[in-house]
């Protein structure tokens, strides 16, 4: 079993911080790591970003948080992950990066500088507007159309060829709006070309631990990937350690309900399939 989500951003980026998560991992039976630092983290990816920080007079808990990070640098980080390697931990070099609009030649240059072993894909952004920053920027929001607004925005990372796998398909819910014009129509089609491109949907506990408290993605969408066969990647998103590998039994168990007997591994941007053991 591996957990291909979680943060360091908690602690510093030093060997010490990083055991304590290894150390959840092997109490919890894990076998593998995938460290997956968010790229608004480090500042290569500041001049993406940069609109955001732009004083309009709205969104200004955007301008707050942004003008926070970019600290880092990726050398940094993919050296501490190195390290770690070399110590015998056994890693993955992941990194989460932010689907936004216009910025795909951006993110390509960036990412093919460093030696990956894969790439999140993830939605957290819609326009200017951060949704899942607290409940309380959903105040005055339609919520049917910010869930078709997502999914428009979802379906163009999923064309984007930059990523391997997308991370919590359906983040929209993470607060507990629930839409009442349905969605199923995006959704499907998501789901098929991701399934035509073989990229990977997450299956993460990190819902359990929000207020909708249920799996991403939602079950009836983990039932439709099975019947296309796309492929799948187990992920905790832990931002402590105490959170690697958190629930991964349900998640288990909840894929094997819909039929699937494999899950995916990544090196250097490549692609394995590997059985998923019993519980
Ligand atoms: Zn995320
Ligand atoms: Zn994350």
Redo the contacts with the bound molecule.
């Keep these: 079993m591996v957990d291909y989500?979680?943060?360091l951003e908690n602690g510093p980026y030093k060997l010490d911080w990083l055991y304590q998560f290894w150390h959840t991992a092997k109490k919890r039976g894990l076998t593998e790591i995938g460290i997956?630092e968010?790229c608004h983290k480090f500042k290569e990816f500041y001049p993406m970003f940069s609109y955001l920080a732009a004083e309009d007079g709205s969104y200004q808990y955007m301008h707050e948080w942004i003008k926070k990070d970019f600290q880092h640098s990726l050398e940094d980080y993919i050296d501490l992950l190195l390290r770690a390697r070399e110590q015998g931990i056994q890693i993955k070099i992941g990194l989460?990066v932010d689907y936004l609009p216009n910025s795909s030649e951006f993110i390509h240059n960036i990412i093919n500088q460093y030696p990956f072993d894969y790439i999140?894909g993830?939605v957290h952004v819609i326009g200017k507007w951060g949704f899942d920053y607290a409940p309380r920027v959903w105040e005055g929001r339609d919520i049917n159309q910010a869930y078709k607004d997502y999914y428009q925005v979802l379906a163009a990372a999923v064309n984007s060829e930059l990523f391997d796998i997308i991370?919590?398909f359906d983040l929209i819910k993470v607060f507990g709006h629930r839409n009442t014009v349905s969605v199923e129509s995006e959704v499907k089609n998501i789901l098929q070309k991701m399934a035509d491109k073989k990229l990977c949907l997450e299956i993460s506990s990190?819902g359990i631990r929000k207020p909708i408290n249920e799996l991403y993605p939602a079950e009836w969408i983990i039932e439709y990937a099975a019947k296309l066969q796309v492929p799948i990647t187990f992920?905790s998103?832990a931002?402590y350690p105490e959170d690697v590998g958190f629930e991964w039994e349900k998640l288990v168990s909840c894929v094997k309900k819909y039929g699937y007997g494999k899950y995916t591994r990544f090196s250097q941007r490549q692609a394995f399939y590997d059985k998923i053991i019993c519980v």
């Design positions: 989500h979680i943060h997956t968010h989460e999140l993830s991370a919590h990190a992920a998103d931002h």
